[in-house]
Structure formats: structure tokens, C-alpha cells
């Protein structure tokens, strides 16, 4: 009687199980159907792209991002829409950003350059000085004082195009970018020239920020970057002639913080109101191009969650909350902020799942999560199968939720492909024709499957 | 004693199996090394798609690409290169294309369109007609002949959008294009007008070609395609006069066929020369872009497997041919030769994989395999994991190599993420713009390691 009692247990909790799959596959499938027959994402990020337009911190164009923000997550019948105070850094680029290698007297060519987010401007009359080409901070180091001091220093290290992930090939050259003014001006040299971090040969400088570190004021030096295809020729004009000047001219300036906002919207858990789910991307981006990839995408991925919930009409168990995290590109104060606040208030997040990785074919997740959290997440594999968004893995997440991190909370990233990113990536050409509307829902409804699997099943 | 030997036989075929491991991710990462920083593929294309462009059968430009082909693969270096002779079919667009919806008396919208390859041309003032639009053929048999006779029939059932691989997309859509005019002929239809496949809403018209099966040619009716906004106009405007009038004018003709080419290269094995293993795409195009995706991305790259094998000095085992079809784009006379003159020479083909799915960003291989096959084939999955490229499916492989199905060779497609590719396909922006050079590579390069292995194992 007893085994008897057991086999029908187990048959029962085989027969759940099973129902329980079918569900999920069931749900799954409608939410790819929304995203991908009747969605909102792409209207939204040509508003966002073209009506608005690049819309770095601190700038008219990001507090147009936060009202349209706010009124958009209005519009999705939410039970609460509610702004998130956060001071931010403000840096201008100014009116005007100008380079040119002078191959002689009287005699220049003009090469793309723009500043980079955070330095300072040349004198007003512009900086003409020599040049020393380098690869790497040990360069400098051997070359010294003697070499770099009254010079530009040229960091040249290419972005290696072995690597597969090119999130890693960025990852291993961007120090030239953020510490390079720091580490230059420490030998004397006058303004620093940055490849740009593009596995691309063209004219786009990309931009990007950059930190003196803790360089007193006096030892700042201008910061530029250079396309890739200027790079070249720089590197090329050097190896004919070592001694040739370059030129630039830049007045962007840094301002005091002003103030800006996390802009949030949330749907109420109907079983567990006090576990939070968050899934975001950043709405402040850089001022070049109009940041339809970084982070529009992520943006209106992350709203689209909540909009096919609705379309759906599927009520969550747990609290899910779409947070557009201002200020990601030049100080990461919106996340810093969100996570700040949540503690104060002893908020319980459980999980945080961010799209700052461009809006192109998905292929997976990635996980900050303990190994039995994490076990439990790669048996929901499955599920992606179909729609070829089944590569989980350990890794990092996004910047804006990282400060959530306390040893319990499951922080995740959507992992699109990675080949195309670094050809938009703070550039000029970071448009929203750039988009793929498949590309783009895809990455959309794999989203919103995650979250609703968290949802269902906790973590 | 008995015992000991057989463990130590046990240790040493481990420590081989190891060893053999080793040496194919090392020989693997070779590969992706020299295709990603030292390739010819993308260099290759260029050419193709600028110098030489658009190349139907039949045309100049096909027999410029032979050239070009033929020229390129001596360089080389192989041990063998020919060309083999294919009569192929020959259908020129003609001079003009042109269509529009008239309105009303004197007024009238252009509309995007283009003839489809095989049709016949209208009547040289054109075509002036009411339209009846469809969904299906079935709409067709519903409709009947008094409904139809006398009128342009309008296929526009769209791709649908939520289907995750668009090819799958493109298979529920295409009868459309081909068997239209056949099907609305027999109902007294003057000529049809096609719904582009595309799933983008855009200005360009797709063309692909069209069969008239066994109608007698006084029954042929001209055929065009629409582009997906043309279609969408058409729709609504229908919606609104049912009665409004089409007027087509296009000049294409076939004409007898004519001599072209299959360009081959092969480096013969050390091993096992009498075992083929095939590699290879069509170097024939469309004729309204260049053709740099369909399938001109499928050519460098089996071109650029041989490259990579002499570039990283691999000597293979069995012998490895590049086979550059002709005419699978209007006839498949390239494949079916091929074949055809195989058999007869009564050659061991072993493998063939053929790249037509565009140059995008690779997600795996497609088989047709047995059972014991793709067992075997499957466990190569791994060595594909860090390249992102390891989706191995049983499935279709491609056109021109599908003759060489004989129950015994596997049969293979490169699997690249389709969601942009039919933005592309058979259109005027089929172009060396549209191609990412890392998706490229990355395609070459794990085509050159699917040889590789299965050159080292056989199947």
C-alpha cells in the first residue's frame, strides 16, 4: 500500500511536470509570436533613434529620453511608473574637435578624430607637437621621459581580430582608451591619440570615456580618438618620417553634475510581490551617432518584456520591473544610484537581466550565479533550442545591474552576436538603420522568456 | 599478464585519443587564426562583387567570373586545376522593366518591379489590366475563371514573420514565384505580379526564377515581382477600387542555350586520393545586384578552405576539390553535370559541403547523413563550441551539391544566421556593402574545419 502510494505520487508529479513543460513551451512560443508579428520594439527605438537621437548625460537630449521614457512605460497600463533622481556627470563636447597630421610646411591632412568623453579641451589656438607611436603602458615606461615629454602620445595597439568574442578583443585594448591620458601625462606628453576600438578599417573615430585617474588638474592632457583608417596612416606617415607634428584642437569641458533620472516602471507580482525581477539597458548614450545599439536596443528590448506580459496577458507571480538606467557611458551613477536606493529600502531583487550588448542576432545568456542557481538556469536550455538562443554560460552581465551584486542576486546579460558591435560602438554610424527588426525582436523575446521563467520558477 | 597488456593497450589508445585531440583544436585555431588575420575571403569578394558584379548564366559577366575563377584558383598553388564544360540556359532581362497603378484617367503611381528570370516579355506597348488579388492557389480554384480571365493576378501572401528561420519562411512562400504563372495561366490571367519574398518592408523587388512546367507557350503569361511596399500599396489601394487597373512592361527573353563552365581546383590526397571530399558554392548570381551574399560568399569561402590549408601546410589525406558551380540559380546545369560526368568517371565522392545561405555570421552545419554518419559527425560538435559555430542538424544541404546524393556521401550546408539574408536575396542590394568580412571568415573558417575533419576520420 505504501509503494502503491508512492508510484501514484510520482505519477503525479511526472504528469505536473510534464504539463508544466508543455506550458512553458506553449507561453514561450506566444511570446516570440508578439515580439515578432505585433511588437513595439522597433517603433520605439526609431523614436528613440531618430526623433531624439544621441542623448548623452546631461544633455537636453536626455532629458527628452527620460519624459519619452516615462511616457511610453505609461502607456503600457503599468501599476506604477515612477521616476528615480540621479545626479549626473556633464561633459560637452563643445563646438568644435579638429586634427591633422602636417607632413610639411604648409603642407597637412586632415584625419577623423573626436574627443573622448571626459577630457579636457586644447588651448584655444590648438596643440601642434611631435609624435611617439606606441602599443602598449610598458612602451612608455621604456621610452620615458626623455622620449615623450612635450610630444603626443599615439596609442596604436589594434583591436586583435584572432579573438572570437570581440567583447574580449575590446577588452584587452581598451586600458589606451580609459588610462591612457593618465599614464602618458605622468612623461610629459602633451595630448594623447587613441585608436579607435573598432576591428574595422574606416573614418569613424570612436568615442568613449576615458579618467585621469587622480592627475591633478595641471598635468590633464587632451584626449582624442582616431579612426582606424587614420591610425593607419598616422602609423604609416610616422614610419616615413619620425618626427612630423601633429595637430589638434578640441574644447570639450567638463560641467558641474546636474541632475537626471532612472525612469522605472513595474508590474506587481501576484504571488510573490516582494521579489523583485529587473530587466534594463542604459538611456543615456554617447552624442556621435544616435545610439540605436548602445543602448537603445537594450532599452526598448527591456520594455517590450512588460508590453508582451500585457499582449500576453500574463500575470507575473513576481514583481517585474523595467528600470532605463541613466548615465552608463560616463559614470554608471543610475545604476550605482538603483542599487543604492534598493538597499535603503530593503528591497528583495532576486534577478537582473540587462541588453547592453547591441541589438543583433541573440545567442544566449550569460549568468553571474551560483553554481546550484546557475544548474537550475541551464535546464531551461531547452527552451531557446528553437529559437537558437540557447548558449548559457558563466560570465558577466551589464554594468547598470552589477551594483545589485550581493552574493545572492542572479545578474544576467543578453549575448547577441558580437561580430558587427565594434563597427557601431560609439561612433557615428551607431544608427538606427544599423538595426535588424528581426535581430532586434529576437533578442526581445528571448528576454522575456527568460524573465518569465523566472518568474514561474524562482531562483 | 593478459590483463596488464590490455590495460596498457587501454592507456596507450587514450593517450592517442588525447593526443589526436590536442593536435585538432590546435590545427582548429590555426585555422580561425589565419581566416580571421590572414585570409583571402573577403579580398576575393571584393572583386567578384565590384569588378566583376552581377553574373547570370549566360552572360558576359558569368564568363568573366569563370576567368576570374579559374585565374585565381591557379594561383593557388594546388595540384589540379580545370574547368568542366556546362550548357546552361540563357534569359536576359532585357532593356526596360516598368509598372504602375493607374489610378485613374491619366493618372498613375510607379510601383518597384522587376521580371522574373524565365518569363516571358509583354507585349512590347505593355500590359494594361484589372488585378485580382490572392493569397494562395487554392484562392485561385475558388476564384475560377470568371473571375480571373482577363486580369493580372496578384500573388501577395507574405513571408511569415514568425518563423524563426527565414529559409523555412521562404519555403511556405516561394510556390508564389515559381509555379504563379503557370497556376493563374490556366485561368485566363494575362500575367502576374508576385509579392517579393523579403519579410522587410522596402522599395526593392526580388527576382528568382519562375517556371512555366509544361504550359504551351501560347499559354505563357508574363511574370514580375513586386516590391513589399509596392505590395502593400497595391493591397490598399484594392482595398479601395477593385477596379483599378496594372499596367507592366517588360522586354526579357530566353534565348538557346550556351557553353559555360564549372570552375574545379583540388589538392590531392596523400592517403586516400581516390576519396573526393567536395567543397564548394555557385559562382553564378542574379543579375539586378552583385550578388556578394547569393552566392558569391559561398565561393571565396571554399576558395579560401584550400587557401587555409596551404597557408597552415596541411597536406590532406584525402583528395579535397573546390567545386565552383555554374547556373544554380536558373537551371542547377552546373550541379547536375558535375555529377553526372562524377558518375560516369565513376569517382568516390565522400563528403560535400556546399556554403548558399549568405555570408553571415555561422551558426552551424546542416546534414544529410545516416544514422552511423551524423553519430560520428556529431562528436566533432565540440571542437566547433569556442567558435560559436557548433549547431550541427540533420537537414537539408544545398542545391548544387544535392546530385551527388547517391544513399552513401554526406551532404552538408554551412548554416549562417538567416535573419538578414532575404533583406538580400536575389536583389539589387545583394551587394559587397551588405557583407561583415569577420562573419565572412568566420564562415570560411569553420568550413575549412569541417574539411579538416573529416579528411583526418573519413566517414
Not at 124 to 136: D, F, N, P, Y
Amino acid at each position: 500500500m505504501k509503494y502503491i502510494i508512492q508510484i501514484i505520487f510520482l505519477i503525479q508529479s511526472i504528469q505536473l511536470s510534464i504539463a508544466q513543460e508543455k506550458k512553458h513551451v506553449y507561453n514561450i512560443s506566444k511570446i516570440y509570436d508578439v515580439a515578432l508579428t505585433n511588437g513595439k520594439s522597433y517603433e520605439w527605438l526609431d523614436y528613440l533613434s531618430n526623433q531624439i537621437g544621441g542623448r548623452l548625460s546631461g544633455s537636453l537630449n536626455a532629458d527628452r529620453a527620460v519624459k519619452w521614457g516615462f511616457k511610453e512605460l505609461n502607456n503600457l497600463d503599468l501599476d506604477k511608473v515612477f521616476l528615480e533622481d540621479v545626479m549626473v556627470p556633464k561633459w560637452v563636447r563643445g563646438t568644435f574637435e579638429y586634427a591633422s597630421i602636417i607632413t610639411g610646411p604648409g603642407m597637412s591632412i586632415n584625419v577623423p578624430i573626436c574627443s573622448l568623453g571626459g577630457s579636457i579641451a586644447t588651448p584655444a589656438s590648438g596643440l601642434r607637437a611631435q609624435v611617439i607611436e606606441v602599443k602598449s603602458f610598458e612602451e612608455l615606461e621604456v621610452l620615458g621621459m626623455k622620449n615623450i615629454k612635450g610630444k603626443f602620445v599615439f596609442f596604436n595597439r589594434p583591436m586583435p581580430a584572432g579573438i572570437i568574442d570581440t567583447f574580449e578583443a575590446y577588452s584587452v585594448t581598451r586600458d589606451q582608451r580609459s588610462n591612457g591620458a593618465e599614464r602618458a601625462a605622468k612623461y610629459g606628453a602633451v595630448g594623447v591619440i587613441i585608436r579607435s576600438m573598432n576591428l574595422k578599417l574606416d573614418d569613424y573615430p570612436h568615442t568613449g570615456n576615458m579618467s585621469y585617474g587622480k592627475l591633478p588638474n595641471k598635468m590633464r592632457i587632451p584626449a582624442a580618438a582616431i579612426s582606424t583608417n587614420g591610425a593607419e596612416l598616422l602609423s604609416s606617415m610616422l614610419s616615413l618620417n619620425k618626427n612630423l607634428y601633429f595637430y589638434l584642437k578640441q574644447d570639450c569641458k567638463n560641467l558641474p553634475d546636474v541632475k537626471s533620472y532612472n525612469v522605472i516602471g513595474e508590474i506587481k507580482g501576484s504571488d510573490f510581490p516582494n521579489e523583485i525581477i529587473v530587466v534594463g539597458g542604459h538611456l543615456d548614450s554617447w552624442d556621435l551617432g544616435d545610439g540605436a545599439h548602445d543602448d537603445g536596443a537594450g532599452i526598448v528590448q527591456s520594455m517590450e518584456v512588460l508590453n508582451i506580459f500585457n499582449k500576453i496577458s500574463y500575470k507575473p507571480k513576481r514583481t517585474i520591473r523595467v528600470v532605463l538606467y541613466m548615465n552608463e557611458e560616463n559614470g554608471l551613477r543610475g545604476g550605482i544610484t538603483y542599487a543604492k536606493n534598493a538597499k535603503n529600502k530593503k528591497e528583495n531583487h532576486v534577478f537582473a537581466l540587462e541588453s547592453d550588448a547591441g541589438g543583433f542576432s541573440p545567442r544566449g545568456f550569460s549568468f553571474e550565479a551560483s553554481d546550484n542557481q546557475f544548474k537550475k538556469i541551464k535546464s531551461w536550455e531547452t527552451y531557446f533550442h528553437p529559437y537558437l538562443t540557447d548558449r548559457f554560460t558563466l560570465g558577466g552581465s551589464g554594468a547598470d545591474i552589477g551594483p545589485l551584486r550581493n552574493g545572492k542576486i542572479v545578474l544576467a546579460g543578453l549575448r547577441p552576436d558580437s561580430q558587427r558591435y565594434f563597427e557601431y560602438h560609439h561612433t557615428a554610424n551607431d544608427t538606427f538603420e544599423a538595426i535588424n527588426k528581426r535581430e532586434l525582436e529576437l533578442g526581445a523575446a528571448a528576454m522575456t522568456s527568460m524573465i518569465y521563467l523566472v518568474d514561474q520558477h524562482g531562483l
